[in-house]
């Protein structure tokens, strides 16, 4: 079921500063050393007026350079991100974000109540050039800001990055445990899913899919 956004609602993020083309090589090299990510994907600019109206917020680790460059998540051709979730039945179709992220997309996640944000905020290439502080700092940061959007699910992509995150090395995969965490709202479900990305080759999409499909189901029962 989707969310019957206000009237006056329009799409509030930053196109893609290329103008709707691929990022060359001088462009990612540009978005790492710039050391900015992406704007969050919510219904709103801030956690105040987003609050409530999310049904799943998903966590990733970190922008890859493509990400930055384009300001879109999980934007790289080969990321496992959109083809999952719509293999999953969450979306309709899958989004191709390589060049940003269209306004109707933009507007179809405000609807179906998806949020997308990141521990970090620095670009990267890959997820293991990240320090335990610039993580754990990004856990922290995190938990606030959870206890004012409220959603239903926390989904956090990326169990490396989750066990380092809230200094739980034993974590696995599935729904966590919310009290292991200080300050963590009761009322909000926390799942770790397996990083989509291409490099990870212990996942497939139909895997991926099947952890995708129990986290929405879990958090439309509440």
Known sequence: MRMQLPPDWTPWRAESPLAGRRPTK???????????????????PTDEQSAGMLRMLIVGINPSPWTAS??????????????????????????????????????LLAELGIGIT?????????????????????????????????????????????RTAFSLPKTQLGRQEWDLIPGWPASVQLWALPNPSGLNAHETVQSIAEKWRAVWEASGTQ
């Open 118 to 162: 990141n521990f970090v905020s620095r670009p990267s290439a890959r997820a293991d050039e990240l320090s335990t502080e610039e993580l754990q700092t990004g856990g922290q940061r995190l938990v606030e800001r959870v206890k004012v959007l409220q959603p239903k699910a926390v989904a956090i992509v990326g169990i490396t990055a989750f």
């Open 70 to 107: 384009v300001n879109a998540p999980f934007a790289r051709p080969g990321n496992r991100f959109w083809p999952s979730l719509a293999q999953a039945g969450i979306l309709p179709h899958t989004v191709d974000a390589s060049t940003g992220l269209a306004r109707t997309d933009e507007r």
């Open 26 to 44: 001088a462009d990612l090299a540009v978005a790492v050393h710039s050391g900015l990510g992406r704007e969050d994907v919510l219904p709103y």
